[in-house]
């Protein structure tokens, strides 16, 4: 699961202003993991394959980790569920970006989920001090541009959860906006496979129970199975 957060980190840290918001449903791959992504205005969820029991839910600016125990909801906030499972668990990715350098069209065009985009070259500096580069497929449609938004937004919360800066990603982000574009693809890292303007379904974006602290042994528990 944490493989995937460093995905999003690596393209969206930050938060934009909702200048226009829209509602959809999409799948996306990001690394290894299959994401669908609902979302309505500030509010989203993300399931993630492989992880039938639980999901990520952000209402009203903050991010919720829900899962199942006993056939009963479980809700926890960000802060808790990264105190829950220690800061190693949200430590970000090497990849992750600390400086952008730029994002410039190719001249190219590519669609993608159904959704025609412009090609653009990107580089920018790692965590560790390494230059990258790579493609990205950008689109101007509604629901491509919130669907960048709504992912980032979770994606700071999470980096803000562990006590991580956002600075570097902040940059993509702003240049983004600026230029009235969302992410469609880049290189083999994220890639929307389907992304309709529909409303996600009727209660799926509300918190199916109060938010709840756990004890702090079964945090120790979780550590543990982790690094096995």
Same mark, same amino acid.
């Given at each position: ?72 909801? =479980?809700?926890?906030?960000? &802060?808790? $569920? #990264?105190? %829950? !499972?220690?800061?190693? /668990?949200? *430590? @970000? ?53 919130? =669907?960048?938004?709504?992912? &980032?937004? $979770? #994606?700071? %919360? !999470?980096?803000?959860? /562990?006590? *991580? @800066? ?63």
């Amino acid at each position: 699961m944490m493989r995937w957060i460093g995905w999003l980190l690596v393209v969206w840290g930050g938060i934009v202003p909702a200048s226009a918001l829209a509602a959809g449903v999409a799948t996306v791959q990001a690394g290894d993991r299959t994401l669908t992504v609902s979302f309505d205005g500030p509010d989203a969820r993300v399931d993630v394959g492989g992880i039938g029991q639980g999901y990520l839910l952000m209402r009203d600016g903050k991010l919720y980790s829900v899962m199942r125990a006993a056939g009963q909801p =479980l809700v926890m906030d960000g &802060g808790a $569920m #990264a105190r %829950l !499972l220690g800061g190693g /668990a949200l *430590q @970000p990715a090497p990849d992750m970006i600390r400086s952008l350098g730029r994002i410039e069209p190719t001249g190219a065009r590519e669609t993608v989920a159904g959704h025609a985009g412009a090609v653009y070259a990107v580089s920018y500096r790692d965590e560790q001090g390494r230059n990258r580069s790579g493609r990205g497929v950008l689109g101007k449609q509604p629901e491509v541009r919130e =669907l960048t938004r709504v992912l &980032g937004r $979770m #994606a700071v %919360l !999470l980096q803000t959860a /562990a006590g *991580q @800066p956002p600075d570097g990603a902040r940059q993509v982000l702003d240049a983004l906006e600026e230029k009235g574009l969302g992410l469609l693809a880049y290189e083999k890292q994220f890639r929307v496979e389907r992304l309709a303007a529909t409303p996600p379904a009727p209660g799926s974006l509300e918190l199916p129970a109060p938010p709840t602290q756990l004890p702090p042994e079964l945090g120790r528990l979780l550590q543990g199975v982790r690094r096995q």
